[in-house]
């Protein structure tokens, strides 16, 4: 079984660009916030071109954002504005960093009732699906009943890996301790894959399959066979209730051996049924190796006659993984992303993902998942695919995708595009399937999401300009209502 988890590990130092949203190299980080928000502040001209609307005949008979209900845009607002006040945010990620790492009850949300309802009322309601069956069917219909095609649906449980990481900490676990946290990862994915319908997705991260999982991908090697026939049964059970699975990536301490094995189960689950997909990897467009990874796996795929799931995001784990890694300017990782998801659409290598020898003659089946916040690509992946549509190309599977309380105008704004194009069917034009739009959100107790709560909080940190300019287009969709416009 070892010989079939060897890893490809011939990455090219393409050029590639980071998830930060302004054309300055990474040390602006370290900026005061007021500095960062000067130096990325675009001009008034560029910045209108990003947020440029849609052409007449495309946009929407209405703002995106009056989809959501009052009470979630103005909890959406308060939050995003969080992030642009530092006096509040400084001390509010140090409160979000201790309560996801304490071991303290006083501290632990799930044994503070005060603490469980303040967070509950507020961050995790914004981000997350619920605690219960009821709270997480409520939260899922609502978001279907507002026009979205469905949800892609995590387990929180997580282990997050810091740059200082001890990994000496995970050696020699305890056989009876590894059973029991592998056992209650697949028993916590079998409950998620469960609680979604029919042509939806699961995101699963192996990290929460417990401390030696983690050891064993830092040193790149195959999954205990315990841990891999749990994650056998959970594809199974995907498979057998047509969701598909989505392994989400993590950081880049233990990515390789993520994707090591996550090949492995697209090598199991994708080479049945021609074109079907039931197993995604992630690819982090902010990594410079991502072009040539990307490149070998499809090569890899076209060899080997299955199909490649690609999930393809700029990038979340800016603050662990290592400068030298990540690409120096927004404009690079924006090429990149951009770059990568043209040829996956078209099926045709490009300047950015280049092809190799052996993937010349033929380009590997595949599925994309386009899991972005930023409007422009979104629109230019919309693009491609009404031109595809008119010349009657082929098309692959593509869905997009954004978390759960963020970008809601991006998502509102392809929801709105897809009953649209559903709705605009005539006896000379057939309807046209609009696109297929998906909003990412986990579910748990408060203690157990408050990692990936801390995550989406240093995300928008970090993202400076992208968390401005949802809250501008929360503020006007208040204002608008307010005003009765």
């Keep these: 079984m070892a010989k079939s988890f060897q890893p490809v590990y011939r990455y090219r130092q393409a050029s590639y660009r980071p998830m930060i949203l302004s054309p300055i190299?990474?040390?602006?980080?370290?900026?005061?916030?007021?500095?960062?928000?000067?130096?990325?502040?675009?001009?008034?001209?560029?910045?209108?071109?990003?947020?440029?609307?849609?052409?007449?005949?495309?946009?929407?008979?209405?703002?995106?954002?009056?989809?959501?209900?009052?009470?979630?845009?103005?909890?959406?607002?308060?939050?995003?504005?969080?992030?642009?006040?530092?006096?509040?945010?400084?001390?509010?990620?140090?409160?979000?960093?201790?309560l996801a790492n304490s071991e303290s009850p006083l501290l632990n949300p799930d044994?503070?009732?005060?603490?469980?309802?303040?967070?509950?009322?507020?961050?995790?309601?914004?981000?997350?699906?619920?605690?219960?069956?009821?709270?997480?069917?409520?939260?899922?219909?609502?978001?279907?009943?507002?026009?979205?095609?469905?949800?892609?649906?995590?387990?929180?449980?997580?282990?997050v890996v810091q740059k200082d990481h001890d990994f000496s900490r995970c050696k020699n676990v305890d056989h009876t301790e590894t059973v029991a946290e592998v056992k209650a990862w697949k028993e916590g994915n079998l409950k998620t894959i469960g609680l979604t319908a029919s042509g939806e997705f699961v995101g699963l991260k192996f990290t929460g399959a417990g401390r030696e999982a983690v050891q064993l991908l830092a040193q790149r090697q195959p999954p205990s066979d315990i841990l891999a026939a749990a994650t056998r049964e959970v594809c199974d059970f995907a498979k057998a209730s047509n969701v598909r699975v989505l392994f989400d990536a993590e950081q880049q301490a233990i990515q390789p051996g993520i994707d090591a094995w996550t090949l492995h189960f697209q090598r199991l689950y994708n080479n049945e049924v021609p074109g079907k997909v039931f197993v995604y990897g992630t690819y982090q467009a902010y990594l410079c190796s991502t072009p040539a990874l990307l490149a070998n796996h499809l090569a890899i795929a076209s060899q080997e006659g299955f199909a490649l799931g690609v999930k393809l995001v700029r990038g979340a784990y800016l603050n662990s993984d290592p400068r030298h890694l990540i690409w120096s300017t927004?404009?690079?990782?924006?090429?990149?992303?951009?770059?990568?998801?043209?040829?996956?659409?078209?099926?045709?290598?490009?300047?950015?993902?280049?092809?190799?020898?052996?993937?010349?003659?033929?380009?590997a089946n595949v599925s994309l998942v386009l899991a972005s916040h930023n409007h422009q690509s979104v629109r230019k992946a919309m693009a491609m695919r009404r031109a595809q549509t008119v010349t009657g190309e082929k098309k692959i599977d593509l869905a997009y995708g954004q978390l759960m309380?963020?970008?809601?105008?991006?998502?509102c704004e392809l929801a709105l595009a897809?009953?649209?194009?559903?709705?605009?069917?005539?006896?000379?034009?057939?309807?046209?399937?609009?696109?297929?739009?998906?909003?990412?959100?986990?579910?748990?107790?408060?203690?157990?999401?408050?990692?990936?709560?801390?995550?989406?909080?240093?995300?928008?940190?970090?993202?400076?300009?992208?968390?401005?300019?949802?809250?501008?287009?929360?503020?006007?969709?208040?204002?608008?209502?307010?005003?009765?416009?």
């Design 418 to 485: 897809s009953k649209r194009q559903e709705d605009g069917g005539t006896e000379t034009r057939p309807r046209v399937e609009g696109p297929k739009v998906f909003k990412y959100l986990v579910w748990g107790s408060v203690g157990e999401c408050m990692k990936y709560l801390l995550r989406r909080a240093e995300e928008n940190k970090d993202a400076v300009l992208r968390a401005r300019e949802s809250r501008t287009a929360l503020k006007a969709e208040i204002w608008r209502r307010m005003t009765g416009a």
């Design 405 to 411: 309380g963020m970008a809601d105008e991006v998502s």
């Design 25 to 98: 190299p990474y040390r602006a980080l370290h900026l005061t916030h007021r500095q960062r928000e000067a130096i990325t502040s675009p001009p008034v001209a560029q910045h209108q071109a990003v947020t440029t609307p849609l052409p007449l005949a495309q946009q929407p008979s209405k703002p995106p954002l009056s989809l959501l209900p009052l009470k979630t845009l103005i909890r959406s607002y308060l939050i995003n504005s969080l992030s642009a006040t530092p006096i509040l945010l400084t001390p509010s990620l140090r409160l979000m960093t201790l």
């Design 330 to 363: 927004q404009e690079e990782t924006d090429e990149a992303y951009d770059g990568i998801a043209e040829a996956l659409i078209k099926r045709k290598y490009n300047q950015i993902l280049r092809s190799s020898e052996q993937t010349r003659e033929k380009f």
């Design 111 to 159: 044994r503070n009732p005060i603490l469980r309802l303040l967070l509950k009322r507020t961050f995790y309601a914004n981000f997350c699906a619920g605690e219960t069956r009821t709270e997480i069917q409520k939260t899922v219909n609502g978001l279907k009943e507002l026009g979205f095609t469905g949800v892609i649906l995590a387990y929180a449980k997580e282990i």
